[in-house]
């Protein structure tokens, strides 16, 4: 048996590059700057706890992070976390990055990839959205490049 | 079979009478399933996404020993440790064996934190851990909600659907031993505290699977409070208990199933966090758990593969089905009194537990009006299954007289003939009844049994 690869998963909002991963991460609560260099950063307070994503998504506003790269607690203890993206990491859908595994971990895998699509939430009481339950409740994007 | 079918039709009418719960269930689920509807409006073609998925899950089915074994060969080879559990009772010994190495190991009592997971009630995991003396603590908000009420989630996605921000409130003031006020950001930065302790004393996490992924011998748990995260990353042992069921081949199989999962189930477009799991924490690593120990639960579902009903076992547990579904959205999950409820509920119940009469009549519980099939991200034809599955269990004693009936209505209306005369002969009737309100409320003779739940309908002339 000879398993067809199931066919790509498009999307009708035509979100793309650094501009469209905004427009999605603020649409879910994150916020964003963009830089040309961290030195450059104005406020250096969180750094931290900077956390280096391996890449992003602009369709769902995801940040993609894995344990290779970063302690799996500094994207997950503290109220605040920012993340650090290489512009040229920014790809379309989630499907880039699942359907593309070789180029993203082209050796062993991470014990643990996560997908950070915005901050802690709950809708769990009376469907009443509270964030920062469990994990980060404010969550920043910054972007190089 | 009557007296058990009275049984659930006692408990749905008691949820009836609740109007507050019914509220509560109406205001989220018809939340959720707007939420999911604009949600769907996201992808470029919906249905190609859902046809792809039933096609994807269909053939994981199907080769489902093949699938089970390729993951479980990279799954070792990655360092995880796994379990296949035949039954209940399997599953518990295996979580009971870790954690009384845990205490042996000194850590005593043995504290679990555990995330969302529908395959541990299933299992009746927490009894099973509390009497054994171990500190099992529920993490997601509205399943912690739910073990300090000592119930059951009541909605595979908002276990706590039917408890109201001042019912939450009462519980965590109860719990602290001071005032908690009823708004849900105090009650959430209450459990965050809480929870919080929880996490960084636990010598267990346990948690839920959402898929298996074969191709690299991975499981994917999706969530959004980051409750799982921390079961899956803070304490020395992670176990995750999945359904055998919840597998995939390939991580682009995986691409379709998220791009459905977290938008049928709240609308979102990938929930909070989407985490993919391959093993134990690296040596180059700086965090994350010594052990990860994954057990594979059969509890009946084997045997439901290759019969009439092994569609039920495409579910993904996105809970579409029970925003839309009439009888769900007017007695609640309690009603059902199973460990799954609603339209899935209904089908998934009856083939899990066969020997069970309280499962096996939920069936019963559906109008058949296929809202459930429509909203299915991986088309399980539910009601339709519903009714095979009440084809297999209506018993073959029927009267004589009632054979000879339903054939006779069968002859009738193939032909155009005396199908006019049977609508002419129902419209007389209900014109009669029309003008005699009292035939309408108690029809003479063996009508009565009809009118003894309906009224006959007024018609206009």
Redesign the interface.
Known sequence: ?T?A?????????PRRGIDGFCD?WHA?GGTSERITSLDERADPTPTADLVHATAAIA????IVID??R????AS?LPDRCAFVIDASTIVDT??DV??E?ARWWPG?????????????????????L?V?????GRVHAIIIG | MNDVAVRFVTRADRELRNDRVRAAVRHTTSLLAANRSTALDGLADPDAVRDSAHAIRRRAIDTLPQLLDRWAARATANGIIVHRARTAADAVRVVLDLADAQATAGHSPVRIAKGKSMASEEIDLNDALEAAGHEVVETDLGEFIIQLAREKPSHLIVPAIHKSRFDVAELFTTDAGRPIEPDVDAEAAYARARLREAFLRADIGITGVNFAIAETGSVCLVENEGNGRMCTSLPRVHVAIMGMERIVDTWAELDVMLALLARSATGQALSVYTNIISGPRRDDELDGPDEVHVIVLDNGREAIVGTEFDDALLCIRCGACLNVCPVYRNIGGHAYGTVYSGPIGAVLMPLLRPDDPASRELSEASTLCGACTEVCPVRIPLHDLLLRERHRDAPGDASRLRRVTFRLWSVAWAHPLSYRISIHVVRAILRLSSRVPKLARRAPGWAGAWTRDRVVPRVRR
């Open positions: 048996m398993p690869l199931p066919a790509p998963v498009h999307y009708s909002v999605a879910i369709q769902t506003g995801s344990s290779s970063n302690a799996r607690a997950l989630p499907g699942l359907r595994r062993a895998m991470p014990s643990q990839i996560v997908f950070v699509t915005g901050p802690s939430r709950s809708a769990d009481i009376e469907m009443t509270t920062g339950v469990h994990g980060p």
